[in-house]
């Protein structure tokens, strides 16, 4: 077994953020209006790029499992409004601008972006490229359903210039497919890393899950095994959060399956060792990646970032969002679109930047933020950039338990989460949340 017991998985089990922002998202506040934003758009640097994020809010059917922002669309309306809105939503950004800005990342997620037909997708990355000037060798990613995948769609993919796919695999056991209502085929995910490497885009990405009803370890390393013949380029590698609060459709999810924290722990351990065996570098908490791709260099460079998608190489302060549900990271703070697709809607019909709330950034903000972005990213942070131990006197306290257990050790200059942590980093950044426990914020397992 793992060699972590009982008490101390329960212990840190607690619920605590994935650190994807800092102030994270709970405690973001209601936006009355979003002339705030406007402002922070004109005061972007025109010289310095910035990072494009596009939700698309729609999928075929409902996966039970899912923590996404998402619907499924009966018709092909909906998802006809969105692309008439969606670059209406672009024009109001690029208008509040101070000058055409430059590109170097951007992002389709989801939802399924592939919901959207090619032509519909062609016509957007053609609205974003007469909005924005989009870099020579920008990486621009897009979210995949393998089940949904059309030969045409990968086609308008390699046109637009698309660099890298990330492929939503999940579990490749059938039993457990039925579990969660997706059923997928390993040929299916076989056919579309095929197509989409035959187009061009080279660079693959597998998102897993462990934590699902029913799934043991074995079935998480078969899982891992069967992805690898595939040779993804990264592996996300994410735990089940079973928020049915926040998602009433995991109520369909069979609670009493659900493994254990212990053995939740195991299921990730065993995977991450075989996926070591195989080459793979871990990043940060979750993700793995191949040593010829630039997310292991960026890592084992120190230059590894977080953002809402999780473990990147985009250094850009600014990323915008687009879409119903969005969060745009500026140098001044947060803003997150309004998650109803309704009330998106009508904001943009009307000419309103479609913010519902935001979060402006304070000093003692940026400074904890950098700190737990190098925590969660590096794994160690030297407190003597950000004014030494003085300036976090509670981190201290909060990080004395985590060191008799041997999760992380702390020095004159800093704190280093050891290999035996490493499974407990989010609590380890959790130590210098100046936020949490404030308010009723609920997050998901820490495990
Ligand atoms: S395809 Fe992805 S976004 Fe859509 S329901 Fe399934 S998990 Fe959620």
């Not at 793979?280 to 791709?293: E, K, M, P, S, V």
């Not at 407190?383 to 131990?389: H, I, M, S, T, V």
Request: proline share 6%.
């Amino acid at each position: 077994m793992s060699g972590y017991s009982q008490a101390l998985i329960a212990t840190y089990e607690t619920r605590v953020p994935r650190y994807t922002s800092y102030p994270t998202a709970p405690y973001f506040l209601a936006a009355g209006h979003d002339g705030t934003y406007r402002e922070w758009l004109g005061q972007l640097d025109p010289l310095v790029p910035l990072s494009l994020y596009l939700h698309v809010p729609f999928c075929a059917a409902m996966c039970w499992y899912c923590g996404c922002n998402t619907q499924v669309a009966k018709s092909r309306q909906p998802v006809a409004d969105y692309v008439a809105l969606i670059e209406r939503e672009m024009t109001l950004v690029a208008d509040s601008l101070p000058a055409r800005m430059r590109v170097s990342h951007i992002h389709w997620g989801g939802g399924t972006p592939n919901s959207l037909a090619p032509a519909d997708f062609t016509r957007l990355m053609t609205g974003l490229r007469r909005r924005f000037d989009i870099l020579e060798g920008a990486e621009i990613a897009v979210e995949i359903d393998p089940r949904h995948l059309t030969t045409e769609q990968v086609e308008a993919y390699a046109e637009a210039g698309v660099t890298r796919a990330s492929l939503g695999v999940q579990t490749l056991d059938d039993r457990i497919q039925r579990a969660i209502n997706r059923i997928q085929p390993f040929d299916c995910v076989a056919a579309a890393a095929r197509q989409l490497r035959a187009a061009g885009i080279q660079r693959l990405n597998f998102d897993l899950i462990y934590g699902l009803p029913g799934q043991t370890t074995a079935d998480v390393v078969a899982t891992v095994a069967e992805s690898l013949l595939l040779n993804p380029d990264r592996i996300a590698l994410f735990g089940y959060a079973h928020v049915p609060w926040v998602k009433p459709h995991q109520r369909r999810i069979d609670e009493a399956a659900l493994p254990p924290g212990p053995e939740r722990l195991e299921q990730f351990l065993a995977a991450a060792r075989h996926l070591a065996q195989a080459g793979y570098a871990q990043i940060g908490l979750d993700h793995f990646a191949r040593a010829d791709d630039p997310l292991a260099a960026a890592a084992a460079a120190g230059q590894l970032h977080r953002n809402f998608q999780g473990y990147t190489t985009d250094a850009a302060e600014t990323l915008i969002g687009l879409g119903p549900s969005a969060i745009g990271a500026l140098p001044q703070g947060y803003v997150q679109n309004d998650p109803g697709f309704r009330a998106w809607s009508d904001h943009v019909a009307a000419g309103r930047l479609p913010i519902a709330r935001w979060r402006g950034l304070i000093e003692d903000d940026r400074r904890r933020r950098a700190v737990i972005e190098r925590l969660m990213c590096d794994g160690r942070v030297d407190l003597d950039r950000f004014g030494g131990w003085s300036g976090f006197p509670e981190a201290r306290d909060r990080l004395d338990r985590m060191v008799e257990a041997g999760l992380v050790e702390i020095d004159a200059s800093g704190v280093t989460v050891t290999d035996f942590g490493r499974p407990f980093l989010r609590a380890a950044a959790s130590a210098f949340d100046r936020y949490l426990g404030l308010g009723t914020a609920q997050h998901s397992s820490g495990v």
